[in-house]
């Protein structure tokens, strides 16, 4: 049986696609760089995390935007005509005032790993942008056409615009072709596929909260009218019919189910596999209970489905409940390699599940000058929304243990490197290395960034000496702690333990959408230019164990 979910930890917004006998994933990122992260598998089991789109030269400019802004809910599509993979995604610039100004762009590829295309400007109509592929040759592009006018029900409907690959532009405006499937409102996140006479239409409805769910129409006519899956929704963690039009909050926790292991599910897009099986992917959350708070973020999982006689789209089971456990695809089982628990940073390459906010990491890493270590270059503080060196895995489990081992001697109180827990530039908890003038030495200390109030621990500050040192974060369910020692062996504790649930969508009032990071951090908020080396990046996770 597959477990869910099968990506674990921030990674929400799923969409697939087939080429061959390979499945390829995408999630979105965010502020988070390298964009666009890719799995891949060949059973849909197994999975690798396989590239990061955006990175490199391909790699969008994401500084001075605030937390949950950036890189939306891509689309990624492959036409055989073409022998080409199409990715459609979004950069939401701001949601000031419930505008969302956000511009949607197409790139293209005929290897998943690139070289991708310069990006194409779509259109600035709503967010969740997707490509269809029809069998007559022409491209049609579907979003959420975002309402901002008085008097109209928000946050909008599902609209549709033909896209020319020749000319690179859309052929027009985008017009309006479907408001839902059901009563739950808050619809988005469309996609557009053809199975026999039928254009289907699949969708998110209820928000991207605990009403969230996947819905379905379908029409002879690609323009429409839509005819809704008499069962919707196909796919829930909260089945029932619920009318909520007229309530634009997403959120909506009066839907949790406390029957279910997976919350918010909804979001998703299916894939037949070579022998005729049909599976949707889709996002989910596990909260702690009953604070509802879903420090991991948003997640991804999947779902045995199958076409009924009369042409639609069901659960396997019968139901419409996401499971935690799901029947395995009948393709050959092939293993993939996944990502090391140990980093020694021997290669001169970084790993692909290294992520920095808003800008990328090779930005202000160096793993060439001392080899078998990774030098990290300090720049601004860590709430800035610029140049900030904070290199991060997604935490994938909140029974993880977090280790390194840092050089570090700083010369000026503007100078500190060390181990932070990141959720957005307004909430972290780092502890840190620097140059303690009360003590007229080194010091280990603890800060703490709570919706934007900082806390300096000076009750946890101790003097150290400029050695190696290593530095621990420990996360057990709702506690985590930070722990230090010379040896690697003898580790001790330093400060109080604090609330793992704060680091939550649902806490922090800065940012939403993502999802908690571990990392190493350096800052040198004089000359950008004090740096720190880090021998090692251990990440031990226990992801069998949901969050309780």
Known sequence: ????PIFPGFNPDPCICRKGEDFYLVVSSFEWLPG??????????????????????????????PSAKGIWAPCLTYCEEEDLFYMVYGIMNSM??????????????????????????????????????DDNGRKWVVSLEWETREGYEKPGAICMVEYSP???????????????GTDRGCIEAPHLTRRGEYYY???????????????????RNIWGPYEKDPKNPI????????????????????????????????HGSYVETPLGEVYLVHLCARPFVPELRCTLGRETAIQ?????KDGWLRMADGSNLAKEYVEESQLPKCEMPQIPDFDDFDSEVLGLQYYAPRILPETFVDLKTRPGYLRMRGQESRTSLHKVSILARKLTSVYATVTTKMEFKPEIHQHSAGLIMYYDNMNYINLRKYYSETLGQSALSIIHLENGEKTELLNTRIPVEDVPIYLRLQVQGRQSWFQWSYDGEQYTRIGNPF??????????????????????????????????????????????????
Request: charged share 25%.
């Open 1 to 4: 049986m597959i477990r869910n």
């Open 36 to 65: 666009l992260p890719v799995y891949h598998s060949k059973d849909l089991t197994n999975w690798e995390l396989y590239t990061n789109v955006l990175s490199g030269d391909s790699a969008v400019d994401l500084t001075g935007l």
């Open 96 to 133: 000031n005032a419930r505008y969302f100004d956000v511009d949607n762009y197409v790139i293209t590829a005929k290897d998943m790993k690139g070289p991708w295309s310069e990006p194409v400007y779509l259109h600035s109509s709503g967010f969740d942008a997707s490509m269809f592929h």
């Open 166 to 180: 020749e000319k690179k532009a859309i052929l027009g405006y985008p017009k309006r072709i479907w408001a839902g």
């Open 201 to 219: 239409i699949m969708c998110a409805e209820g928000g991207t909260g605990y009403n969230h769910s996947v819905t379905m129409g379908r029409s």
């Open 235 to 266: 796919c829930t963690s909260i089945p029932g019919a619920f009318y909520e039009r007229n309530d634009p909050d997403h959120l909506k926790p009066k839907y949790y189910n406390p029957d279910s292991i997976l919350q918010k599910s909804g």
């Open 304 to 308: 045995k489905m199958e076409w009924t």
């Open 499 to 548: 609330d793992t649930t704060r680091f939550s969508d649902e806490y922090c009032k800065y940012g939403e959408f993502t999802g908690t990071h571990v990392g190493i951090t350096c800052a040198d908020r004089v000359k950008h230019s004090h740096s720190a080396d880090f021998d090692f990046f251990e990440y031990i996770a226990d992801e069998t164990r949901n969050v309780e």
